[in-house]
């Protein structure tokens, strides 16, 4: 069985920055990809960042050239820069593990695994 739990959620100001993990255990011999995914209330959640183990990245286009994913393969752990932060991405960041391919790699049905969340909070 898969755990996650993510860290370095917290408080912002606009335009700061944000360093969140996620690490994984239980699951270092069938890790594939992971990625993250955030929930602000009353809205549905959405895909930010993807990572596959053999480095390929995907990104939503609202964060490209400002969030940057990395991970660690040896123990499965992912990471999220966040940079230039906006207010209106206050919520709640969640983890998800993959551990075979996927094909949308933005749809939560596609993981099995989910982190607990962290929250994220910008303020202006």
């Known amino acids: 069985q898969v755990q996650l739990a993510e860290s370095g959620g917290g408080s912002v100001q606009s335009g700061g920055s944000l360093r969140l993990r996620c690490a994984a255990s239980?699951?270092?011999?069938?890790?594939?990809?992971m990625a993250w995914f955030r929930q602000a209330p009353g809205k549905e959640r959405e895909g930010v960042a993807f990572i596959r183990k053999d480095g390929d990245t995907n990104y939503a286009d609202s964060v490209k050239g400002r969030f940057t994913i990395s991970q660690n393969n040896a123990k499965p752990t992912a990471y999220l820069q966040m940079n230039s932060l906006k207010p209106e991405e206050t919520a709640t960041y969640y983890c998800a593990f993959g551990d075979s391919g996927v094909e949308i790699w933005g749809d939560t049905d596609e993981y099995h695994y989910w982190g607990p969340g962290t929250q994220v909070t910008v303020t202006s």
């Open positions: 239980g699951g270092d011999s069938y890790y594939f990809c």
